[in-house]
């Protein structure tokens, strides 16, 4: 598994953004929590006390702290389907399984298209 961490030496930090899961407790207070992060809260009496709180729980945590993006190479895995790709290529009865299966599909669409006329000569005697 190829592995890389990509780290960048930008001069404007990029704004960030959360989702914020805000919650009425029992007690009449506002909890807002960091989604992806459940240790991050704030409570507050308002939902902007609250999610203020929280902001700065963040802010906190963040000057101790740096987010980087991994890149993660998946692992190429064969399609489970290709090893029968061609299993019957030098079957000596391929082909005449082939004008089989050709010969069922002109019965079935005869038949298909016996039916429609059918329901044609049945719609118009309506």
Same mark, same amino acid.
């Given at each position: 598994? $190829?592995?890389?961490? @990509?780290? =960048?030496?930008?001069?404007?930090? +990029? !704004?960030?953004?959360?989702?914020?899961?805000?919650? $009425?407790? &029992?007690?009449?207070?506002? !909890?807002?929590?960091?989604? %992806?992060? +459940?240790?991050?809260? %704030?409570? #507050? $009496?308002?939902?902007?006390?609250?999610? @203020? @709180?929280?902001?700065?729980?963040? *802010?906190?945590?963040?000057?101790?702290?740096?987010?980087? =993006?991994?890149?993660?190479?998946? &692992? !190429?895995?064969? $399609? &489970?389907?290709? @090893?029968?790709? #061609?299993?019957? !290529?030098?079957? +000596?009865?391929?082909?005449?399984?082939?004008?089989?299966?050709?010969?069922?599909?002109?019965?079935?669409?005869? *038949?298909?298209?016996?039916?429609? *006329?059918?329901?044609?000569?049945?719609?118009?005697?309506?």
């Amino acid at each position: 598994m $190829n592995l890389a961490v @990509k780290s =960048t030496s930008i001069t404007t930090v +990029p !704004k960030l953004t959360y989702d914020v899961l805000i919650e $009425n407790q &029992p007690d009449g207070t506002i !909890k807002a929590t960091l989604l %992806g992060l +459940p240790d991050c809260q %704030g409570l #507050g $009496n308002t939902e902007t006390e609250a999610i @203020k @709180k929280v902001s700065q729980s963040l *802010q906190t945590r963040l000057e101790t702290a740096k987010i980087v =993006t991994l890149e993660i190479e998946a &692992p !190429k895995v064969e $399609n &489970p389907w290709m @090893k029968f790709a #061609g299993m019957f !290529k030098d079957d +000596p009865q391929f082909d005449e399984m082939l004008g089989y299966i050709e010969e069922y599909r002109r019965e079935l669409d005869a *038949q298909m298209e016996e039916y429609y *006329q059918q329901l044609d000569v049945e719609n118009e005697a309506k």
